[in-house]
């Protein structure tokens, strides 16, 4: 204890800047949407609420509010439904892809993944719960699943139900007067007492509409039932059963409701921003709010809460509506990110997959790092103009300005600044091309699908099918456009990157790519040539025409995201001149790196190391590519989606933002860019605990440093090539046995011993 005590106040005897941290080494982080909220059970006093970005939890009590995704253990995001087994304690989600989470406590979440894993059936969305016993009943779009809670394990095969040859879903079950109770998808509403021992045997279930003489030509949309009743949402109103027979809900009149939310002391029906509420007390509540409401819980006199599109989980208390919607972007879409050391824009989707303009209206999405609050960019809320709020495809960081450049595949191109919109650029107050003509209400006439900076300062654009599809602004502000002689127009360039030569790459829609060279004259522009790179020996050598992403890596080599796989192209030299050369594929364990893989995205991490985003997860590779280090999937990481459509590094910090279809999560990377001189040395934790299951950080030595460890009597420790800027040490000597307590020393200096710095941090052994 002394000598811990001893250490702790060397420590506070030096002068150490040490910054805060959000993440540790390998730790995930979730950028999630919980705008839309989908269903909402209650268990001991908290409200589980579903969104498309997790799960949020409530405490009625005293209102706290926590998050959870799949950085936090659940199997995905976009979840259908959530139930609560009152007997066991057992909280349920579903997902559309079979995978059944289940928890008693969130810090020990499981999951079921028979109906996951199953290959006979091509759709496999978890529709409903119910439970009896230790028997869940599992609603699906391929039958009736039914699972031992105790043992998670399916009791039964697949359960056919009625005249169901073709697997019509089943949308919805409940259980009431010990029956089960179910609805098939245009085959009608069944039931079976729940000790029949035979499910699987059609005679056993019987025709609940036309066994209880129902109306005829009923359409039932949904069931549920609590100890009161079992009621039945139609075309024709809601009824209630009671043991006896069918009666229209005297309380609850229209025959317009679309939702039914059935609790044990409540029934709620709503329709749009309309709904209706019979609590315990059999007191009806008729509101109207401002959101479309999609599921209600009734959790006390005058205590509601409402699922609804876009407005998150409401509170309605004391008459009062409270919004409860924790923080994050407007929705989930995400086609490009912009990742500054400060700051990150988000980019939502704003064409098609045939690259035709998609208008959102949801602007950009926007989070300071050291505030931490999304914040949500559009005309709605006059972050942005009406004429410029919509589509938006491209967002770029330029280092040189410390400005983010964005573009819309609709209205042109913005400069933002620390969340504001400088200025922006359309067809009516700028030389901004066109589609066609000059029609500020047309929608699409000026679709930015690249942007780009060279060494002159020029801003570079691309603008697919118009009048010119490159062309740059001047730092005088003038608009310059490389003539229809060397770029046809009405080009569907998809993309854009300028290389160290200054040529001007882009992406032609399943066409290959184009590289646009200035002869070495950048100042005039009609004497540059066009060299097209395309699959095929002495053609381009890509795997195919159908190309999705480049980057530049920090040796100036240009690699290059295809539908089959990867290429880089070495001799940018030649390309300058005017001739074609190959793409040369990585080479990987005696193959092609990710053949047939499709590639969508390339970054570049300050080791010189390449982030692949692809549909089969995000890759991170050797700078060469001949080894991969890691390969992060949807079963191996908090990766909500396969498919990476974008991956963007905080050099800073090497923390690295992965965006997919159904949200942004990011990853603490160990590489960070490296400066030319030595920085501020920053080493955390700090002190380090040799029982610590994280490894001591190092930020801020020069590019390609060897960094040294010693003690302070300067005895070698460990010797270590940076990442980048980052250096990371497992607490091991050179003999791979733990360090003692001390302090220790980080000796830095670059490739050429020069641009010395040093660093001091304490290791406490316990």
């Known amino acids: 204890m002394r000598h811990t005590i001893v250490l702790l106040l060397l420590l506070a005897s030096f002068s150490f800047s040490i910054q805060a941290q959000n993440l540790v080494l390998g730790e995930w982080r979730s950028h999630f949407s919980h705008n839309r909220a989908i269903e909402s059970t209650e268990k001991n006093g908290w409200i589980y609420t579903l969104t498309t970005g997790g799960l949020v939890t409530y405490d009625r009590i005293n209102g706290e509010q926590y998050t959870y995704s799949t950085v936090d253990g659940l199997s995905g995001v976009g979840a259908n439904t959530i139930y609560h087994d009152r007997i066991t304690g057992r909280i349920f989600i579903g997902y559309s892809d079979g995978r059944i989470d289940h928890f008693t406590s969130l810090d020990n ?111 039932v949309m949904e069931i549920g039932g609590n100890a009161n009743a079992l009621y039945l949402l139609t075309d024709q109103g809601l009824y209630k059963y009671q043991g006896e027979e069918w009666i229209p809900e005297p309380k609850i009149e229209g025959d317009f409701w679309t939702n039914l939310s059935v609790m044990p002391d409540a029934v709620a029906v709503s329709q749009g921003i309309n709904l209706a509420i019979l609590n315990r007390q059999n007191i009806l509540y008729r509101l109207s709010l401002q959101a ?6 009734v959790a006390g006199d005058a205590e509601f809460y409402y699922s609804t599109i876009f407005r998150g989980i409401i509170q309605f208390k004391d008459w009062e509506n409270t919004s409860l919607i924790p923080n994050g972007p407007q929705n989930n879409d995400a086609i490009r990110l912009a990742v500054s050391d400060k700051d990150i824009y988000i980019a939502p989707r704003g064409y098609d997959q045939l690259y035709a303009p998609v208008p959102t209206g949801g602007g950009l999405y926007y989070q300071n790092f050291e505030k931490g609050i999304w914040e949500n960019l559009n005309a709605g809320n006059d972050r942005m103009p009406e004429d410029f709020t919509t589509s938006f495809v491209r967002a770029i960081y330029n280092p040189t300005d410390g400005k983010t450049y964005v573009g819309s595949f609709s209205e042109g191109m913005g400069i933002m600044s620390d969340g504001a919109l400088e200025s922006y650029y359309n067809c009516s107050n700028s030389g901004m091309p066109v589609v066609s003509v000059c029609d500020p209400e047309s929608f699409g006439i000026s679709r930015v699908s690249g942007i780009d900076f060279d060494r002159q300062g020029n801003i570079w654009l691309t603008v697919a099918v118009s009048n010119h599809s490159l062309s740059a602004i001047t730092p005088d502000g003038e608009w310059v456009y490389v003539p229809d002689a060397v770029i046809s127009p009405g080009i569907r360039v998809v993309d854009l990157l300028v290389d160290d030569f200054g040529n001007k790459w882009m992406i032609e829609h399943e066409n290959g790519l184009m590289v646009y060279t200035d002869n070495g004259t950048p100042d005039i522009l009609d004497d540059g040539r066009l060299v097209r790179l395309r699959s095929g020996l002495n053609n381009g050598g890509l795997e195919t025409n159908d190309v999705f992403c480049f980057a530049k890596d920090l040796d100036g080599f240009i690699w290059v995201g295809t539908g089959q796989g990867v290429g880089v192209y070495y001799d940018l030299g030649s390309i300058s001149q005017g001739r074609i050369v190959d793409a040369a594929p990585p080479v990987y364990e005696q193959r092609e790196l990710l053949k047939n893989a499709s590639i969508f995205s390339i970054a570049v991490d300050g080791g010189n190391r390449k982030w692949l985003g692809t549909d089969e997860g995000a890759y991170l590779v050797s700078p060469t590519g001949d080894d991969v280090i890691k390969h992060f999937t949807t079963q191996n990481s908090p990766l909500p989606d ?125």
Not at 292 to 297: A, F, K, P, S
Request: charged share 20%; with cysteine; glycine share 8%.
């Open 109 to 219: 979440i499981g999951t079921y993944t028979q109906i996951f894993q199953n290959t006979v059936y091509l759709n496999k969305s978890i529709n409903a719960f119910a439970s009896s016993g230790d028997t869940l009943y599992v609603a699906t779009d391929f039958g009736l699943v039914v699972y031992d809670m105790e043992s998670g394990l399916p009791i039964t095969d697949v359960i056919q139900i009625g005249n169901n040859p073709s697997r019509l879903p089943i949308t919805d079950v409940t259980t009431y007067q010990n029956r089960l109770w179910l609805l098939v998808e245009s085959a009608g509403m069944y039931s079976v007492p729940l000790n029949t021992p035979n499910l699987k045997d059609p005679s056993n279930w019987s025709d609940a509409i036309e066994a209880d003489s129902l109306p005829a030509e009923l359409d």
């Open 292 to 297: 479309n409401v999609e599921h209600i819980w």
């Open 642 to 766: 396969e498919t990476v459509v974008d991956i963007e590094i905080n050099g800073a910090t090497g923390e690295v933002f992965f965006a997919t279809s159904k949200g942004v999560v990011s990853y603490q990377g160990d590489a960070t860019t490296g400066s030319a001189v030595c920085d501020e040395v920053l080493v955390y934790p700090n002190p380090y605990f040799t029982d610590s299951e994280n490894d001591v950080v190092i930020q801020g030595s020069a590019a390609g440093s060897m960094v040294r460890i010693t003690t302070a009597s300067g005895r070698l420790v460990r010797e270590i090539q940076a990442e980048g800027g980052t250096t990371v040490w497992n607490g091991r000597d050179l003999d791979g046995q733990k360090v003692a307590s001390g302090v220790y020393l980080v000796l830095m200096a670059d490739e050429n011993g020069e641009n010395p710095c040093l660093g001091k941090f304490v290791v406490i052994d316990r």
